[in-house]
């Protein structure tokens, strides 16, 4: 017996484990002669010896089971070590990945406008007539929809052609005060140098009492923004027109690639167009059943601001997928 648990105790592997358990409690093994001597002896020491026996039996049948435990984890640990990988090892790939210029753009667009306690808020690709247009005072046969070549399916659905449609389901779910901006994918019928069919918008929207939001406030966040994104530059307000605005706005800035002394890049004119913006219409607000409130808006180009920061010259390059484009922005 005690020679026994010496052996298992000795084992350094599950082979040689193996080998014991088959010795102790194999067919042949020393366990069965033992019991097979149970036969001759007399019957009043019988039961005694049996007991004995047995309890010899569960008590190697623990120690073994123990020691086969402790070897199995021995030799899984082994294994792992074998396949460890060394992840402080020099590597002369360096094939680190890089932010495609459209997301790291609108990445810092958010980390704006987060800052200013905007919420992001989202919409359908696969827009309503109401939302893309009725609803921002763009009524059906208005002159001005053919200002947005639009992708049509039947039973008034489309393609949204900009993201100021996620301002009216914004303000048809909620109260306000409303801070929000929209990023998203928009489509349309272009495609040249400066279009593609599908490029990135970001909207923004907000609302509170009436009198409590003016076009100074308006001019500040975005003036505030487009230094936030492009440092120093000039920046000015031109009149413009848009349904949803009134008054309305484009926003320049001076031009990043000649500070304003005129370039092919800004037409001679040394200004970049970078936004459109305004004091939302009251029709808007009709439509959405909201009363006495003000409210400014903002819409912007994401590819257009990305193209600018980059400096990249042609817009379809950044939809090629050419990964010499994004080796670039590592
Ligand atoms: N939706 C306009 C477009 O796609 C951009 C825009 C202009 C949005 C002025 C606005 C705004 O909210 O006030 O061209």
Redesign the pocket.
């Known amino acids: 017996m005690e020679e026994w648990l010496k052996k298992i105790e000795e084992a350094i592997n599950l082979e040689e484990i193996e080998k014991i358990r088959v010795a102790i409690f194999g067919k042949k093994g020393i366990l069965a002669k033992e019991f097979a001597k149970l036969r001759e002896l007399p019957n009043d020491v019988k039961p005694k010896v049996a007991k004995e026996l047995n309890e010899l039996k569960d008590k190697l049948n623990k120690v073994l089971a123990k020691k086969r435990e402790e070897l199995e984890k021995k030799e899984l640990e082994n294994e792992l070590k074998k396949d460890a990988i060394d992840v402080s090892l020099y590597s002369p790939f360096n094939n680190k990945g890089a932010l495609h210029p459209v997301q790291y753009t609108l990445d810092r667009i958010i980390e704006y406008f987060i800052s200013m306690n905007f919420s992001i808020e989202t919409g359908p690709l696969v827009e309503e007539d109401f939302y893309n247009f009725e609803a921002?005072n763009l009524p059906k046969y208005h002159p001005a929809r053919d200002?947005?070549d639009t992708f049509y399916f039947k039973d008034e659905k489309l393609l949204r052609?900009?993201?100021?449609p996620v301002?009216i389901r914004t303000m048809l779910k909620q109260e306000p005060p409303i801070r929000m901006i929209s990023p998203g994918a928009?489509f349309r019928r272009d495609f040249d140098l400066t279009h593609t069919p599908m490029f990135h918008?970001v909207?923004?929207?907000l609302v509170d009492k009436k009198g409590k939001v003016s076009f100074a406030n308006l001019k500040f966040i975005l003036s505030d923004f487009l230094h936030f994104m492009f440092g120093d530059v000039d920046i000015r307000y031109r009149p413009?027109f848009?349904p949803?605005?009134e008054p309305?706005a484009?926003v320049d800035i001076s031009c990043i690639f000649c500070k304003g002394k005129g370039c092919r890049v800004c037409s001679q004119t040394g200004w970049l167009e970078v936004?459109?913006?305004?004091m939302?219409d009251p029709n808007v607000f009709k439509a959405v059943g909201y009363e006495n409130v003000s409210g400014?808006?903002?819409?912007?180009?994401i590819e257009r601001f990305a193209m600018l920061i980059h400096k990249i010259p042609d817009l379809r390059s950044l939809f090629e997928g050419d990964l010499r484009l994004l080796e670039q922005f590592r």
């Open positions: 921002l200002m947005q052609t900009h993201t100021s301002q928009v918008q909207e923004g929207l413009s848009f949803f605005t309305s484009e936004l459109g913006c305004g939302v400014y808006a903002f819409g912007l180009g």
